[in-house]
Nanobody, 119 residues
């Protein structure tokens, strides 16, 4: 069956870094666009970054809002894994981070991993 398993979350001080991983199984990973979303307490889930499926031109990436320049999304199709490298973390980055896979009408979610930025 389809599984997206996030890992790498935890407690980090402001200015620190974390790398999240999302291991995928049960579907053809390489043809799916992969994204990271996050949801802070009392707020709606928001898109953080997206990486497209592999094409002849490679994958394109996009990060949004306040994470631009600090967060980097990447994928390893040989390992069926997508990553989110988070640098210069701020307290406002505290949230549950979710992995998402999307292709046509197929849309899958992981269970989430908690990231807490606090001194």
């Amino acid at each position: 069956q389809v599984q997206l398993v996030e890992s790498g979350g935890g407690l980090v001080e402001p200015g620190g870094s974390l790398r999240l991983s999302c291991a995928a199984s049960g579907f053809t990973f390489s043809i799916y666009d992969m994204s990271w979303y996050r949801q802070a307490p009392g707020k709606e889930r928001e898109l953080v970054a997206t990486i497209s499926s592999i094409t002849s031109a490679g994958s394109s990436t996009n990060s949004v809002g306040s994470v631009k320049g600090r967060f980097t999304i990447s994928r390893d199709n040989a390992k069926n894994t997508v990553y989110l490298l988070m640098n210069s973390l701020k307290p406002e980055d505290t949230a549950v981070y979710y992995c998402n896979a999307h292709f046509a009408h197929f849309n899958y979610w992981g269970q989430g991993t908690q990231v807490t930025v606090s001194s």
